[in-house]
């Protein structure tokens, strides 16, 4: 018998037909969305992501699962929304320019949505300028790099280098399969994370770092 909200179950569980009635369930007994999210939602996801790190599961179910509460959310925004409720901090996240690979990238983004960040993801192949002009449009308290080339990774070098000469402050976390806690600190990013369980731990570790300087 599990300790943990229905709602919180189905996300842990992929159950994604089964969230918009546990929803309106919790709506209708009186939590506002916002609790919904912070109560019923990011605990699901920090269970996936604790589950992930031992190995317990993997990809597919963590897709599965951040699926589910991209489903609550959909239903919640509207809410939040009129509300004014927003996200307490936000992030950019995207490929480096000359990769097309995806997968790591969307599930870090699913991963810091379920830890009830905002998330701009600016997609593949993304150019250093269009990183950059990203952090001066929406300020954001994080940026995530991805790349899974090795022949990409001096792309992320040049795109630390011109968010860093954008001037907004920001914390960088960049991920992916050839890169290194090593090659992080040298091309001056903030943090590393290995797998998206771990970016959502090490996201939280830099913003409240960031929170308390």
Known sequence: MSDHHPLTEAIIRGRRKDVPTLVSQ???AGESAQSIVEHRLVPGMAVVGE???KNEIFVPEMLIAARAMKEALK???PDLVAAGVK???TAVIGTVEGDLHDIGKNLVAMMW???NMEVIDLGVNVSPAKFAAAVQEHRPNLVGLSALLTTTMPAMRDTVQAIRDAGVPVKIVIGGAPVTHTFAEEIGADGYAPDAA???DCALALLKQGASS
């Open 26 to 28: 919790c709506l209708e």
């Open 87 to 89: 996200p307490e901090f």
């Open 198 to 200: 771990s970016a959502v």
């Open 51 to 53: 589950r992930f790190k």
């Open 113 to 115: 949505k379920g830890a």
């Open 75 to 77: 239903i919640l925004e």
